[in-house]
T-cell receptor, first 111, second 117 residues
Framework: GDSVTQMEGPVTLSEEAFLTINCTYTATGYPSLFWYVQYPGEGLQLLLKATKADDKGSNKGFEATYRKETTSFHLEKGSVQVSDSAVYFCALGGSARQLTFGSGTQLTVLP | NAGVTQTPKFQVLKTGQSMTLQCAQDMNHEYMSWYRQDPGMGLRLIHYSVGAGITDQGEVPNGYNVSRSTTEDFPLRLLSAAPSQTSVYFC????????????????FGQGTRLTVV
């Protein structure tokens, strides 16, 4: 079945550092891929998505590219801010009736 | 556009009590689901529905019931609350794009923080 493997945290960075959170997936066919963000005390919000191979999703300075050859969708940001501190979830929308989520990565950015 | 609305936001129950967590969406989405989120455990699927009158079990269904009488509403019932059900509960809705046959993005409610004492 579908599965998502996500880089385990927690991740702690200094402000303006480069961020990468790894995400790989297993799925049949051509799934859609998502990154969600959860700020403290809130629900999950869609951060970005990509629906086909080589698509790049981007939002708020974050980017992720759908790499079918490596079955990956790594999240990157060139310069993180304190306000980016949150939990990040990679997710897959495939043939299953529900989205499949990774386990989440806690990011803390220090000033 | 309200999206997905969950009530209540906070609840404290005594062991053995029952209650219903409410979830409503106004986007006419076919799919709705309930997750629980525990520290270090990510999201775990409790129950889901692919349309009115159709529900199915997820990863952790024991102790919970659901029904889907309308497209808009998908309540989650705790039959006899236990301390192990202390968690944050999220409701989500989504749909399958007809042209793609794949599940689209999910929209989440703000969550219900439940404590069972």
């Amino acid at each position: 079945g579908d599965s998502v493997t996500q880089m385990e945290g927690p991740v702690t960075l200094s402000e303006e550092a480069f961020l990468t959170i790894n995400c790989t997936y297993t799925a049949t066919g051509y799934p859609s891929l998502f990154w969600y963000v959860q700020y403290p005390g809130e629900g999950l919000q869609l951060l970005l998505k990509a629906t086909k191979a080589d698509d790049k999703g981007s939002n708020k300075g974050f980017e992720a590219t759908y790499r079918k050859e490596t079955t990956s969708f790594h999240l990157e940001k060139g310069s993180v801010q304190v306000s980016d501190s949150a939990v990040y979830f990679c997710a897959l929308g495939g043939s299953a009736r529900q989205l499949t989520f990774g386990s989440g990565t806690q990011l803390t950015v220090l000033p | 556009n309200a999206g997905v609305t969950q009530t209540p936001k906070f609840q404290v129950l005594k062991t053995g009590q029952s209650m219903t967590l409410q979830c409503a969406q106004d986007m006419n989405h076919e799919y709705m689901s309930w997750y629980r989120q525990d520290p270090g455990m990510g999201l775990r699927l409790i129950h889901y529905s692919v349309g009115a009158g159709i529900t199915d079990q997820g990863e952790v269904p024991n102790g919970y019931n659901v029904s889907r009488s309308t497209t808009e509403d998908f309540p989650l019932r705790l039959l006899s609350a236990a301390p192990s059900q202390t968690s944050v509960y999220f409701c989500a809705s989504s749909y399958v794009a007809p042209s793609e046959g794949r599940n689209t993005e999910a929209f989440f409610g703000q969550g219900t923080r439940l404590t069972v004492v």
